[in-house]
């Protein structure tokens, strides 16, 4: 049983979270593979990230992976050329969300995929690595679904 001045605590941290939007927590920048001293990303380095730290990290893409029964599962791996480099997805949520759909429809071959309910809230997705700290604790209204990415689209036949 949670003691009521904790409850109180863990509301106030939800209804920050959502009013200050997507996280881009100092523990996310410092556990995205850049910052631990790897000169290229390696499906390693990306596979040890949250999805918090993953959707922060540039040299990492959260993608969704559902096995049915469960919708809600993803891997985070090393972000592919062109399209997925040089973006954190995060950013597609956050305060510069329209520069970023912007500046990933004009890299020629890519388009901005908004995802489809995606929820960024704690243990409101499953990945190899679980869910910690640096994800705010918060509801979304749906869950489950891919996040949002820069994708390749093929040129029509």
């Given at each position: 049983m949670v003691k009521k001045g904790r409850s109180w605590l863990l509301l106030a941290?939800?209804?920050?979270?959502?009013?200050?939007?997507?996280?881009?927590?100092k523990a996310a920048r410092d556990a995205s593979p850049g910052s631990q001293g790897v000169d290229k990303p390696s499906k390693i380095a990306c596979a040890k990230?949250?999805?918090?730290q993953c959707m922060a990290a540039r040299e990492c893409m959260l993608v969704h992976t559902?096995?049915?029964?469960?919708?809600?599962?993803?891997?985070c791996r090393v972000a592919e050329p062109t399209c997925e480099t040089g973006f954190a997805?995060?950013?597609?949520?956050?305060?510069?969300?329209?520069?970023?759909?912007?500046?990933?429809?004009?890299?020629?071959?890519?388009?901005?995929?908004?995802?489809?309910?995606y929820c960024h809230c704690r243990d409101s997705g499953r990945a190899a690595v679980p869910d910690g700290p640096e994800a705010p604790v918060c509801d979304c209204a749906c869950s489950g679904?891919?996040?949002?990415?820069?994708?390749?689209?093929?040129?029509?036949?």
């Open positions: 941290a939800g209804l920050s979270a959502l009013l200050l939007g997507p996280c881009s927590s990230l949250t999805r918090t559902p096995q049915l029964p469960r919708r809600d599962l993803y891997d997805q995060q950013d597609f949520l956050g305060k510069t969300a329209t520069a970023q759909r912007s500046a990933c429809n004009k890299k020629p071959g890519c388009q901005f995929e908004a995802g489809g309910c679904g891919p996040p949002p990415l820069c994708a390749f689209v093929a040129a029509p036949k």
